[in-house]
């Protein structure tokens, strides 16, 4: 029996309009004189009121290729975990050197020492806790991170795990593309960063029991999401078909997984969904026949932070925590969607 003992979440210090973003997409992505109609209609219609950079928005303009991009995200993503990390251990109730296990996820970086090795010392981290650094999950790696910590404390039921997710999508747009993929990620993600304390059936811990998880990799969809790494960095994959691809393939996963535990979607008191555009919530909400209001936290989030790629199911998640906890025995879905093209469930009891 895993438990979630706490959840932190943190953002750098330089947060902006969506307005002021739009126009710095314009400097940074489009030719000079370009007619950017298309670019603010994105903008508008991404549902964003703002958004939080990893650095003061008048430095992109000094970034000058991948490695000083890389320099930054390495730089930030070692603050942000460690306030991340930090203050989900405290909240948990345990001390740094309590940490069995530690996972980071992230897509938009790379690191060598990784992140993770990074905190060991600056947090206080005993020097022979296990460490899985992750790339490649994208969006979907929030929620895959808690179903593999989930994983984890079932063969050790004793121990406590701790996963981070840091992710600084803005140090990944690219200058001088204005490609409807790199204009739709200029208006839609942001930058943050959370971390999640897991604690195993032998340990005494608070939190909502993760009862059962599910992942699922659809079939012909490697092109949907992802990146094309190019010597400019990483540049977006994004598809017009995901939407689609969660009408075809989410109502049955989430049918069928629930259905397994003797459960419908009406039995869900909370559900904690990624925030990934509002055309994926649109239908999410749709074919998993959602109550109004159901998806409140996550559209909120969507609309304060933008699309945090793996970390923003984690906000949610510590938004569900902290003002939207079901009573004691009630169910809720956890789920994300990300490159491969995948989805992963998370069934939750508190």
Request: hydrophobic share 45%.
């Amino acid at each position: 029996m895993t438990r979630i003992a706490a959840v932190r979440t943190s953002f750098p210090p330089n947060r902006y309009p969506q307005a002021e973003l739009t126009d710095m997409a314009a400097r940074m992505c489009l030719p000079d004189g370009a007619d950017r109609r298309l670019l603010d209609r994105l903008h508008r219609s991404a549902r964003v009121d703002f958004r939080n950079l990893a650095l003061p928005i008048e430095d992109y303009d000094k970034i000058d290729g991948f490695g000083a991009a890389n320099d930054a995200y390495i730089a930030a993503a070692v603050e942000l975990g460690a306030e991340s990390v930090g203050g989900a251990i405290k909240a948990a109730g345990l001390e740094p050197e309590d940490v069995d296990m530690i996972m980071f996820a992230s897509v938009t970086g790379v690191a060598a020492p990784s992140v993770d090795a990074r905190l060991v010392d600056r947090l206080g981290l005993r020097r022979d806790v296990k460490r899985v650094p992750v790339f490649g999950l994208g969006c979907v790696a929030g929620a895959a991170g808690i179903a593999r910590l989930h994983d984890y404390l079932r063969g050790w039921p004793g121990h406590a795990a701790v996963l981070l997710s840091v992710e600084l999508c803005s140090l990944t747009v690219q200058r001088g593309d204005s490609s409807p993929a790199n204009l739709v990620a200029s208006a839609l993600f942001g930058d943050g960063s959370a971390a999640v304390v897991a604690c195993g059936g032998e340990r005494e811990a608070r939190g909502p029991t993760v009862v059962a998880t599910l992942g699922h990799l659809y079939p012909d969809s490697g092109h949907v999401m992802g990146w094309e790494v190019r010597d400019t960095g990483f540049g977006v994959l994004l598809d017009a078909s995901v939407p689609d691809m969660v009408r075809r393939y989410l109502a049955d996963d989430v049918r069928g997984f629930l259905a397994g535990h003797g459960l419908t979607a009406r039995d869900m008191a909370v559900w904690v969904c990624h925030p990934g555009g509002p055309k994926v919530l649109e239908a999410v909400a749709d074919v998993l026949d959602l109550p109004d209001g159901a998806l409140e936290l996550t559209w909120r989030s969507l609309a304060a932070n933008g699309n945090l790629s793996s970390s923003s199911v984690l906000h949610v998640l510590g938004d569900t925590l902290d003002e939207r906890r079901p009573e004691p025995g009630e169910y809720g879905l956890l789920l994300a969607m990300g490159p491969g093209f995948c989805s992963e469930l998370v069934l939750l009891r508190w």
